[in-house]
């Protein structure tokens, strides 16, 4: 049996006026029978706008009434999907597009054990449109009544999941940061995406606006090996990966091979010898350190690895004077 929830966009926003964050248990008396998940909750991005992360699994089959007057929707799902009934139409929102819409309301099903990551960006249709300044008459006619009309349409604007848009997300999903950087740093990724995204809507014209699957499939590996670079101290692990780009486990190594003839974990190897070689030329840190910031836990474990990648030992790659003031940087 589906659990019956309703929420107010509106009145979302009139809260946060008030306050950084409402968490969804205040809105949603039964969120945490619903949705397992470390945070779910509405975060303001300014006056007129705020931001929802999505990043749960569903603990039972649920109906969400919205209430969302001339209020742009932007979703962007990085795994997972969900059903959205608006009207008379029923659409699958999943990781293939990113979706801009604009409707008074809507109803998102999701069924037992789903598991969503991504976010919701919803702001004010003025607003959108006088900050952003987006020409509403050069777009296609099909898409100008999401942004001119308090009515919005039923058919929502899809643009592609760019690697950068999806970086962006995956940066504000992974935030390690604590309050109030947290909440800092969510603003600047969230303001990120709606200007890129108002940048791509303001040069649509008459373009197609689909995105390939094959294409979709790839730019999800060139996010994964971004990952990869990008956390070189704590590399996730291929399901873990896996799961952030929205891929299984098979189309993630195959995909691999095909974009850079290795494994995901050999290309993360690679980046974390390779990271650590240049860390070791510029004879500012000590061996250990170096292990440290690569991900390795301690000297010995980081050396063996080190000496298998390149057939020679971390302290080759020393430079001389910094290779004698640490000569005592040595395996106990």
Same mark, same amino acid.
């Given at each position: 049996m589906q659990t019956l929830l309703n929420l107010d966009f509106r009145t979302i926003q009139s809260e946060l006026l008030k306050r950084d964050f409402i968490h969804s248990s205040e809105l949603l008396s039964v969120a945490s029978?619903?949705?397992?998940?470390?945070?779910? $909750? %509405?975060?303001? *991005?300014? &006056?007129?706008?705020?931001?929802?992360?999505?990043?749960?699994?569903?603990?039972?089959?649920?109906s969400l009434a919205l209430v969302r007057p001339d209020l742009i929707c932007i979703q962007i799902v990085m795994r997972g999907s %969900?059903?959205?009934? !608006?009207?008379?139409? #029923?659409? /699958? /929102? &999943?990781?293939?597009?990113?979706?801009?819409?604009?409707?008074?309301?809507?109803?998102?099903?999701a069924k037992l054990g789903a598991k969503l990551r991504g976010l919701l960006i919803v702001c004010e249709r003025q607003h959108?449109?006088?900050?952003?300044?987006? &020409?509403?008459?050069?777009?296609? @006619?099909? %898409?100008?009544?999401?942004?001119?009309? @308090?009515?919005?349409?039923?058919? +929502?604007?899809?643009? +592609?999941?760019?690697?950068s848009l999806a970086t962006a997300?995956? @940066?504000?999903l992974a935030c390690p940061y604590p309050e109030p950087?947290?909440? #800092?740093? !969510?603003?600047?990724?969230?303001?990120?995406? *709606?200007?890129?995204?108002?940048?791509?809507?303001?040069?649509? $014209?008459?373009?197609?606006?689909? /995105? +390939?699957?094959?294409?979709?499939r790839e730019q999800a590996i060139e996010i994964a090996a971004a990952i990869y670079r990008?956390? #070189?101290?704590?590399? +996730?692990?291929?399901? @873990?990966?896996?799961?952030?780009?929205?891929?299984n486990r098979n189309e993630l190594t195959s995909g691999?091979? /095909?974009?850079? $003839?290795?494994?995901?974990?050999?290309?993360?190897?690679?980046?974390?010898?390779?990271?650590a070689q240049a860390l070791l030329r510029s004879g500012t840190l000590s061996i250990s350190e170096v292990a440290r910031r690569v991900g390795y836990e301690g000297y010995s474990s980081?050396?063996?690895?080190?000496?298998? %990648?390149?057939?020679?030992?971390?302290?080759?790659?020393l430079p001389n004077l910094a290779r004698m003031a640490r000569s005592g940087d040595a395996e106990p």
């Open positions: 029978q619903v949705f397992r998940t470390k945070e779910h $909750g %509405y975060r303001r *991005i300014d &006056d007129h706008s705020f931001l929802h992360v999505l990043n749960f699994e569903a603990l039972r089959p649920y %969900y059903m959205r009934r !608006a009207v008379d139409r #029923i659409d /699958v /929102v &999943d990781s293939t597009a990113v979706e801009i819409s604009n409707l008074p309301r809507s109803t998102s099903d959108f449109i006088d900050t952003f300044k987006l &020409d509403v008459r050069s777009l296609p @006619q099909a %898409y100008r009544p999401i942004f001119a009309s @308090q009515l919005g349409s039923v058919e +929502p604007m899809r643009l +592609p999941l760019t690697p997300t995956d @940066q504000l950087l947290r909440t #800092i740093h !969510a603003r600047a990724k969230a303001m990120e995406i *709606i200007c890129e995204l108002a940048t791509r809507i303001n040069t649509l $014209g008459a373009r197609s606006t689909g /995105v +390939p699957p094959a294409r979709h990008r956390e #070189i101290d704590k590399p +996730p692990s291929i399901d @873990q990966l896996a799961g952030r780009v929205g891929l691999f091979r /095909v974009l850079f $003839g290795s494994t995901p974990r050999a290309y993360g190897h690679m980046i974390r010898m390779e990271h980081f050396s063996r690895a080190f000496l298998a %990648y390149f057939d020679r030992p971390p302290a080759s790659n």
